[in-house]
């Protein structure tokens, strides 16, 4: 196959409105990821967290952190803890963006339909009963094949001709998290009273304690994920114009299908395998960016990503700074943020589809 | 001439219900055939067998003497191109980028630097160049299916299926879209049209396949298949095919006042 250019698919202004928007997103990216690795109870100032960085990478420019204790934060701490953040933070948005896209439905997201809770029950069966079959993996390939099994779950019932009525698919997503909750449940009363502890904060969602040796294990898996779903995004604008139509423009509907379904397993496994549940993103981000640049899915799976990144980076800081001294669960401030939201989106859907479309 | 796009011997059933039985149908290039018959008969079926997406229980169907069912999509989508009844949009992309969409098959070909061209063309013809940078759910039904013809027109298929392309439409845009349609089958293309209108199809078909409970009626020239006899025995009510004063036009009717006295 020969490579081609990719052409401009969209008027002149669309194309500006995209490229100012992958800009500023890029651009608080990294100023948050800066800002974020120095605000903290060991304070490090901007310039030297940049500092730090490039006497790292063998650059002699700019000044080392003052505090003695200054580099061992930022390097083992504070680094690995942003870039978690960032992340889980496009593992989520993407992932919504690409279940969005193959249930034609911008209201489904892995958090409502009941996969992450199902991502969950896997990851804490490892917590239970102990597995390690897998070693640092472990956590991270059950969470993926209970997310995987909930993703066939839920695209099985919710389904009819074709596509997905937004009433069917709450509903799974209600009978989805019931089930998962009952699970979570049962594995809560068996486990001793430490792993106990550890399924209530993680059910919480929360990015403390993140190390080296996690992000070395979410990195590999939410890049893979977000690369596929870049690979997809062309084919998934077709299917929204159904699937009879994709399949007479030459898109193999069952497996664009399959294939997109153990992405989004993959994605929400990356996301929930360390940091737990957290909620909504994948369901504020990418709607946030169709407003701004409109729906198509070349610009936005890579758009949501990157704002996927910002949004969990700029919602860690706050809870880790909003309450001094205490780490405030992630996924109850993007809940307590995403909720309304919702609502918000469910009454908008309503009205302009004049019904549950 | 030689059929492009064939029938042979088609069944379709789902569960006890005959949809297709038996059918065989073949359409050449340069020739605009269009389908008609009463609700139920099996004209969208007909059209989904044809087009590949069904697989017909018996029988087959071979476009350039190959199995549609075994040819590759993106293969077969460079070949031909549909028109559903139904044209529904997930998210809502604007009319420009809809219609750009039947491209698609064309990426990575030498015919993808047409693109621009072909797309600016396929908008003037189905005359929504003005509404394309509207988005697509803020259209009417009927600027919906014009879009979604001139997306179609977009995919510049040799074989062109349309199912019910002008209901929506009015008459001006009825006549546009079916006096195109049978531009493209004078340059070479196979054109298969489901339609109600039967004046309509009499205008602009080459040929007319009457369908009837899954069975072909008639085939035939439009002043041959036609008939008031036929008509009416198929859509079981009275019709009477006149021909209009002055001009070699067929004008088919309801005969009302002899439904009426039926019905006494």
Known sequence: MTTTLDRPTTTAPARTRSTALFVGLALALVVLAVASAGIGQLHVAPSEVVGSILHRIGLDWGPSPAHPNGDAALWAIRFPRVVMAALVGAALATGGALMQGVFGNPLADPGVVGVSSGAAVGA??????????????????????????TTILVYLTARENGRTE???????????????????????????????????????????????????VVAPIVLLGIGGAVAVARRLDLLALGERSARHLGVDVERLR?????????LTAGAVAFCGIIAFVGLVVPHLIRMAVGPGHRVLIPASALGGAVLLLA???????????????????TALVGGPFFFWLIRRTRRSAGGWA | MSAVLAAHGVHVRFGQARILDGVDVAVAAGELVALVGPNGAGKSTLLSVLSGDTA?????????????????LDELARRRAVL?????????????????????PWRGTAREDADDEVVARSLETADVSHLAARRFPTLSGGEKARTSFARTLAQEPGVLLLDEPT???????????????????????????????????????DRVVVLDSGRVRGDGRPTDVLTGELLTDVYRYPIEVIRRPGVDELVVLPVRTAALLETR
């Open chain 1, 124 to 149: 804490c069966t490892v917590i239970v009963l102990g597995l390690a079959f897998a070693g640092p993996w472990t956590v991270a390939t059950m969470a993926f094949v209970g997310g995987l099994l």
């Open chain 1, 166 to 216: 937004v009433v069917t698919l709450v509903l799974t997503g209600v009978a989805v998290n019931a089930v998962a909750g009952a699970a979570l449940a049962l594995l809560t009363f068996l486990g001793d009273t430490q792993a106990r502890e550890q399924i209530v904060f993680w059910q919480l969602g929360s990015l403390n304690g993140t190390r080296w040796p996690y992000v070395a």
């Open chain 1, 258 to 266: 399959v294939v997109c379904l153990v992405l989004v397993a993959l």
């Open chain 1, 315 to 333: 919602a860690d800081l706050v809870a880790r700074t909003a309450v001094p001294y205490a780490d405030l669960p992630i996924g109850m401030l």
């Open chain 2, 56 to 72: 017909p229980d018996e029988g087959r169907v071979e476009l350039d003497a190959a199995d549609v069912r075994a040819m590759r």
């Open chain 2, 84 to 104: 559903l009844q139904e044209n529904r949009l997930s998210f809502p992309f604007p009319v420009q980028d809809v219609v750009r969409m039947g491209r698609a």
């Open chain 2, 167 to 205: 209901a929506a439409l009015d008459i001006r845009h009825q006549e546009a879209l079916l006096d195109e349609a049978r531009r493209w089958a004078r340059a070479g293309a196979s054109v298969v049209v489901v339609l109600h209108d039967l004046t309509l199809a009499a205008a602009y078909a």
